[in-house]
């Protein structure tokens, strides 16, 4: 009950991430504990999957913002590996994924805090790195996933042994 309490209050979060201002943007993703940026690749994920089952580009978008709050934060690779889902499920619905990615990253900017600028691209400046990267690592087996139908319907699983 209290996770999800906390899912729902971070998909709030997520939504008022995209309409708040960049300095509200640095303070929230400063509020991160891990394991709500743990959550938030949950919901990612979720969405990458959803707009693919759903056909609806706002659960792509509404995945980036939950990686934009995140920020690459406590692990970039997991950030990477998450847009990656959301990249091919752009892809897969008609989107011009790399344009949705530059546009996301421009509308969802802050200045993280230096705690977490660990790396060269925090924040939601990930997302616009991630869309200049080769094609080739945009796809799915480079990241050791690939697509299933699982309970839901579409979906992404890591691939065993990979």
Known sequence: MAEERKR????????AFRDAEP????AMNAALTEKEAGILDGL??????AAVRDEDPERVRFGLAALALEGGWPD?????????????????????????????????????????TYFSTPGAEIIRSYAGR?????????????????PHGFAYREVDGA
Request: aromatic fraction near 8%; avoid cysteine; proline fraction near 3%.
């Open 8 to 15: 729902n209050e971070l998909e709030a979060a997520v939504l």
């Open 23 to 26: 300095e509200e943007r640095t």
């Open 44 to 49: 990612a994920q979720e969405a990458a999957e």
């Open 76 to 116: 970039w690779r997991d950030t990477t590996v998450l847009l990656t889902l959301l990249h091919v499920s752009a892809r897969k619905i008609g989107l011009d994924a790399d344009g949705v990615f530059y546009e996301e990253a421009r509308a969802l900017a802050y200045e993280p805090v230096k705690e977490r």
């Open 134 to 150: 080769p094609d080739r690592l945009k796809e799915l087996d480079v990241m050791a996933y690939e697509e299933y139908t699982g």
